[in-house]
């Protein structure tokens, strides 16, 4: 079974600087996504980033990155010229890219148990 | 267009009641999945559903949980004879589901179920 784990129960960070989160994972598949997902107090989860395995490249959006180490199985999240509105609960997530023979089920997310980021104006 | 909707947004009942959560998913997707959140904890799969498919509820804690997908669409999560342990925040998601693999899931703002 996979497991995620992020080591930092919480994090703070200034507002408009850089701040990496961390997380690693434990498989024995080659072909996986991973992602990171933020949570507000509303509760809902919104996906961050997404990372394929099989990708060399770094996934980036807008002020977000991620550093994948494969063989390491390490999956930070940098959050540059961080923002108020950055500040959630941050949670790192594996998914199996193969498809179960129920038809599917390997497609859910294993999630670790989150690190809480501040933003300090 | 709309996103997943869950309903209550909270809950809070007596030890030993049933409670139904109900999860509508976004048009046209055909994975479902619930979640479960414990205080200070990440998300922990219960239960998949993908078309027609019988459904994956290897996650299920306990046979007091059980989830039904009517028409492919409406999902109700039911927990009978609720335990104090059952206190949490129950996500749902949907996906296009199908062959395509990178499919990410998007999910509700989800149900606080607390048990007095």
């Known amino acids: 079974a996979q497991t995620v784990t992020q080591s930092q129960p919480e994090m703070s960070v200034q507002e408009a600087e850089t701040v990496t989160l961390s997380c690693t994972y434990d498989t024995s598949e080659s072909d996986y996504y991973l992602f990171w997902y933020k949570q507000p107090p509303s509760r809902q989860m919104i996906l961050v980033i997404r990372q394929e395995a099989y990708k060399q490249q770094n996934a980036t959006e807008n002020r977000f990155s991620v550093n994948f180490q494969k063989a390491a199985k390490s999956f930070s999240l940098k959050i540059s010229d961080s923002q108020l509105g950055d500040a959630a609960m941050y949670f790192c997530?594996?998914?199996?890219?193969?498809?179960?023979?129920?038809?599917?089920?390997?497609?859910?997310?294993?999630f670790g148990k989150g690190t809480l980021l501040t933003v300090n104006p | 267009g709309a996103g997943v909707s869950q309903s209550p947004s909270n809950k809070v009942t007596e030890k030993g009641k049933d409670v139904e959560l109900r999860c509508d998913p976004i048009s046209g997707h055909t994975a479902l999945y619930w979640y479960r959140q414990s205080l200070g904890q990440g998300l922990e799969f219960l239960i998949y559903?993908?078309?027609?498919?019988?459904?994956?509820k290897s996650g299920l804690p306990s046979d007091r949980f059980s989830a039904e997908r009517t028409g492919g669409s409406v999902s109700t999560l039911t927990i009978q004879r609720t335990q104090q342990e059952d206190s949490a925040v129950y996500l749902c998601?949907?996906?296009?589901?199908?062959?395509?693999?990178?499919?990410?899931?998007?999910f509700g703002d989800g149900t606080r179920l607390s048990i007095l």
């Open positions: 998601a949907s996906s296009l589901g199908g062959r395509e693999r990178d499919q990410p899931q998007h």
């Open positions: 559903f993908q078309g027609n498919s019988a459904p994956d």
């Open positions: 997530a594996y998914r199996s890219a193969f498809r179960g023979g129920s038809g599917g089920s390997n497609y859910k997310l294993t």
